[in-house]
């Protein structure tokens, strides 16, 4: 049993910065793509931010590019986000995912067996 377990959420001004962090517990986990999705109240959870679990590329979504940055640390199982100025419509369930198989869909959700149970990001203005 893999368990995904996100911490790091919480209430944060405009601007400022928070730091998410994804850890991996249980059973032997070698990912092939972590990836981080977000639902807002009232609207679909959508795609975030990804990353190849060996060589490191991340993928971001545009609306997030320049401002969110995903990393991993392969020894401690642990992907992070780090969030810098953050915006109020960043507001959102902070979701992490592990894929264990290639796709280049990697903004997907569908092709993620693993999610964790998510953190709560708010963003004041």
């Known amino acids: 049993q893999v368990q995904l377990v996100e911490s790091g959420g919480g209430l944060v001004q405009a601007g400022g910065s928070l730091r998410l962090s994804c850890a991996a517990s249980?059973?032997?986990?070698?990912?092939?793509?972590m990836a981080w999705f977000r639902q807002a109240p009232g609207k679909e959870r959508e795609f975030v931010a990804a990353?190849?679990?060996?060589?490191?590329?991340?993928y971001y979504a545009d609306s997030v590019k320049g401002r969110f940055f995903t990393s991993r640390d392969n020894a401690a199982n642990t992907v992070y986000l780090q969030m810098n100025s953050p915006q109020p419509e960043d507001t959102a369930v902070y979701y992490c995912?592990?894929?264990?198989?290639?796709?280049?869909?990697?903004?997907?959700?569908?092709?993620?067996?693993?999610w964790g149970q998510g953190t709560q990001v708010t963003v004041s203005s």
């Open positions: 249980g059973r032997t986990f070698t990912p092939f793509t």
């Open positions: 990353i190849r679990w060996n060589s490191g590329i991340a």
């Open positions: 995912a592990g894929g264990t198989y290639y796709s280049q869909r990697y903004y997907d959700q569908t092709k993620y067996s693993y």
